[in-house]
């Protein structure tokens, strides 16, 4: 990945973990589009992000890491894909779920695109019936009897 790029989305996870908006905002290109699949959520601009980014802090107070094994599979100057970990606890209401006060660790994957030197987008693919399960609610019922499931 081109060393600037790089940098920009080092300095882009700083400020979003430091839960600094203004410096989260300042790495995106104005025009930015984040999309979040399994919600189906979709922000634009710098007004979308912002309320993306508190939607994620207030009810998550949530911060990312890369956990082990997971890793970059592509880097280009056009987009970044990579696995990372969402670590956080449940302290606001979340799709009609009230706040649990339950920790989390959630896998996801993200796609970053790139438009003249800032982030023009990110692209989220989660587990969300995984993510409701450790904050207290249980969206399939059904799951809990299968005999081979891993906890979640």
């Given at each position: ?42 922000w ?7 309320d ?67 982030m ?33």
């Amino acid at each position: 990945m081109n060393p600037d790029l790089a940098s920009l989305v080092r300095r882009h996870l700083e400020a979003e973990n430091a839960h600094d908006l203004d410096g989260t905002l300042a790495t995106l290109h104005p025009e930015c589009a984040f999309e979040d699949f399994a919600t189906g959520q979709r922000w634009r601009g710098h007004a979308g992000a912002a309320d993306h980014y508190r939607q994620w802090w207030d009810t998550f107070d949530v911060e990312v890491r890369r956990g082990p094994g997971q890793r970059p599979y592509v880097t280009t100057d056009e987009f970044y894909v990579a696995e990372a970990t969402w670590h956080g606890k449940h302290v606001g209401p979340f799709l009609g779920v009230p706040p649990s006060g339950r920790a989390f660790v959630q896998p996801f994957v993200v796609i970053l695109t790139f438009r003249d030197g800032l982030m023009a987008g990110e692209r989220f693919h989660y587990d969300l019936a995984s993510l409701l399960r450790q904050i207290g609610a249980d969206p399939i019922p059904a799951l809990g009897g299968l005999s081979h499931r891993a906890t979640a």
